[in-house]
């Protein structure tokens, strides 16, 4: 499926008369997140890797890249500093979760017409991005109307062909400036951009909006497709095959869900530690795993301080996966870059210093791992990739040397929630403590919904 539309966003200019009016368009690139955007001079501006960017395309291995689109008015001062990404991001949301999936043919988008969208998306506890995910309003009623005139100017500025608002704004917009709302469903037509139109999007319309902007709508909804057979071809059904059913209920495959994080921000993780030795359980001040983004690298860090006896941090992240919900697990297929960065190796590490990886998943309260031990190597990047089955896990009890094989997680459809992540292992035989670390510069994990 070919996006028929650009898709971008507007900005609320805070002082028209001073600074341009101004709009986004974005497309989609390589790179997860939204960190990279060109002014009206062909300016390129980066964000810092200190900022980790919308937080609404965190967890999503999909990203967006900017340009800018300004006021052809010298006389006035550009909003956007230097291609300056501004504000929290909330209003824009909708455009970025749409704009991070569209697809176009090479070379073509430029001369599509362009839609401008402002609305935030609420996504649910623990749904991968976005699946069911709802269009929202992003401030009251009573403080949303000045700034929706304001983007609807810059959309008119810009020749966008439509401005989509949440069904409450877009009556407010349309109560203002006296003008038509129209549903989702305009996007059948061919548009004019002599004025934008308003579109009202409910907040269950985000497939239905995709599709009619040529996304694929099951970036968005876990639904499956119901279809029911006419009377007349169940009756003829019955006639020549004697059958008793009276419905056909086709199944649509659902797709594989892709992880993937290089970004590390800390508020999507969980750590816990596990110690197994008779000294760590005396001194457990000695004894820690931290979670600590490198904003120069962009690395996760995990630091073990051992001593006599093993110790094992477990990395999830924060957001569980629902089966439930979003159906029986297959598979998940983890793929890794890692690295072991010891303070001390030599006789008193145990294993010649090398630092074991697991991959991992947890359960009802329970961390299982998979079968197979990734040995990281002392400062030297290695790329760590599994597929694991259901049966391709064991319970963890607190070491890597102590595992419970007959015990699974449950991957059907009425399984509990799944977080998933990774496990360290670092051991010593000395007496003494003994510092040890690990680095992930990225990671990923597949959820396999079928077998096919």
């Known amino acids: 499926m070919k996006t028929r539309y650009r898709i971008g966003y507007p900005y609320a200019n805070p002082s028209p008369e001073k600074l341009r009016d101004v709009v986004v368009v974005l497309e989609p690139n390589n790179y997860a997140g939204y960190r990279e955007v060109r002014d009206s001079n062909h300016n390129i501006y980066v964000l810092p890797s200190s900022d980790p960017g919308p937080p609404i395309l965190n967890l999503c291995h999909h990203g967006v890249s900017g340009t800018i689109i ?16 501004n504000g929290a991001g909330v209003s824009m949301q909708l455009a970025l979760v749409l704009a991070a999936f569209a697809q176009y043919e090479h070379n073509k988008a430029q001369n599509l017409p362009l839609v401008l969208l402002s609305a935030a998306i609420a996504k649910p506890i623990g749904a991968p991005p976005f699946l069911d995910a709802t269009i929202k309003t992003y401030c009251d009623a009573n403080e949303v109307e000045e700034d929706i005139i304001k983007k609807y100017n810059a959309a008119k500025m810009a020749k966008a062909v439509a401005l989509v608002l949440p069904t409450r704004d877009a ?41 009619h902007l040529g996304i694929c709508k099951f970036h968005y909804t876990s639904s499956k497709k119901r279809t029911s057979l006419s009377r007349k071809l169940v009756q003829s059904l019955l006639i020549t095959f004697a059958a008793t059913c009276l419905f056909w209920w086709p199944w649509v495959s659902p797709k594989d869900l892709k992880i993937h994080d290089e970004n590390f921000n800390a508020a999507n993780y969980q750590v816990t530690y596990f110690a197994n030795s008779s000294q760590i359980d005396r001194f457990p001040q000695h004894a820690n795993a931290q979670l600590v983004p490198n904003s120069n690298q962009r690395k996760l860090y995990i630091s073990l301080k051992v001593k006599q006896g093993d110790i094992n941090a477990a990395v999830f992240f924060a957001q569980p996966y629902q089966p439930t919900k979003h159906g029986a697990l297959y598979a998940l297929t983890f793929k890794a870059t890692a690295l072991c960065n010891q303070a001390t190796v030599g006789n008193d590490m145990d294993h010649n210093g090398r630092l074991y990886f697991y991959f991992a998943l947890e359960q009802d309260g329970k961390i299982y791992i998979t079968n197979k031990a990734h040995e990281l190597l002392l400062n030297d990047f290695r790329i760590c990739e599994e597929t694991a089955t259901q049966n391709n896990f064991k319970e963890f009890a607190n070491s890597y040397l102590h595992t419970n094989e007959s015990v699974q997680p449950d991957f059907s459809a009425s399984g509990s929630q799944i977080k998933y992540g990774f496990i360290f292992f670092g051991g010593t035989k000395s007496t003494a403590y003994i510092g040890t670390c690990g680095y992930v510069e990225k990671w990923s994990v597949t959820i396999k919904r079928s077998k096919s």
């Open 70 to 85: 300004e006021q052809n008015d010298h006389s006035k001062t550009s909003i956007a500093q230097n291609g300056r990404i």
């Open 171 to 211: 009556h407010i917009l349309s109560q203002k400036l006296q003008q038509k709302v129209n549903d989702i469903t305009i996007f059948r037509q061919q548009l004019s951009n002599e004025k934008p139109c308003i579109v009202a999007a409910d907040d269950v319309s985000l497939p239905q909006l995709a599709a």
